[in-house]
T-cell receptor
Framework: KQEVTQIPAALSVPEGENLVLNCSFT??????LQWFRQDPGKGLTSLLL?????REQTSGRLNASLDKSSGRSTLYIAASQPGDSATYLC?????????FGAGTRLTVKP | EAQVTQNPRYLITVTGKKLTVTCSQN?????MSWYRQDPGLGLRQIYY???????DKGDVPEGYKVSRKEKRNFPLILESPSPNQTSLYFC???????????FGQGTRLTVV
């Protein structure tokens, strides 16, 4: 059964810093990996989707990489801003199941 | 606009009173699913559906029912809600296979 782990569980950084969030998964037979952002008590906003055949995806200040063979993905956030404060979730899809990590709670201090 | 719509957004109910949370998507997606999110436990899948009239259990199906009579709708039914079903619920849809998943805005359910 697929297990998804996110490290760290929480992260606090000063504004302007570049940062990396980590996601690991136990079964490399995945269709894709998706990064989401969730504000407190709110829904999930899709940030980036990486198909299993891809190595990375970029959107603005965000860059996600995927190393399927080692079961790892990273989300890189450049020049962090207070508005980036949220919980970031990664999810892997294998067959018809989507498995989530517990998330990384990010706080960007002004 | 492509979206997944859940209703209601907030619901407080009493133990044992049947309720339905609706979910509708406008993207003609084959695959739909329900999740619950609880502090410390993350998001867990309740039920999923690969197409009309095809549903299957996820990790935590006890106490829930679903139906998929039309492609766009996937309601979640709690026949006899209990306090341990107090949670934040999300509906999601995606094209089959490796398609991007889209989530509804969530339904916060409180059972007293």
């Amino acid at each position: 059964k697929q297990e998804v782990t996110q490290i760290p569980a929480a992260l606090s950084v000063p504004e302007g810093e570049n940062l990396v969030l980590n996601c690991s998964f136990t079964d490399s037979a995945i269709y894709n990996l998706q990064w989401f952002r969730q504000d407190p008590g709110k829904g999930l906003t899709s940030l980036l989707l990486i198909q299993s055949s891809q190595r990375e995806q970029t959107s603005g200040r965000l860059n996600a990489s995927l190393d399927k063979s080692s079961g790892r993905s990273t989300l890189y956030i450049a020049a962090s801003q207070p508005g980036d404060s949220a919980t970031y979730l990664c999810a892997v899809r294998d067959n018809n199941d989507m498995r989530f990590g517990a998330g990384t709670r990010l706080t960007v201090k002004p | 606009e492509a979206q997944v719509t859940q209703n209601p957004r907030y619901l407080i109910t009493v133990t044992g009173k049947k309720l339905t949370v609706t979910c509708s998507q406008n993207m003609n997606h084959e695959y739909m699913s329900w999740y619950r999110q609880d502090p410390g436990l993350g998001l867990r899948q309740i039920y999923y559906s690969m197409n009309v009239e095809v549903t299957d259990k996820g990790d935590v199906p006890e106490g829930y029912k679903v139906s998929r009579k039309e492609k766009r709708n996937f309601p979640l039914i709690l026949e006899s809600p209990s306090p341990n079903q107090t949670s934040l619920y999300f509906c999601a849809s995606n094209k089959g296979g490796g398609g991007e998943a889209f989530f509804g805005q969530g339904t916060r359910l409180t059972v007293v």
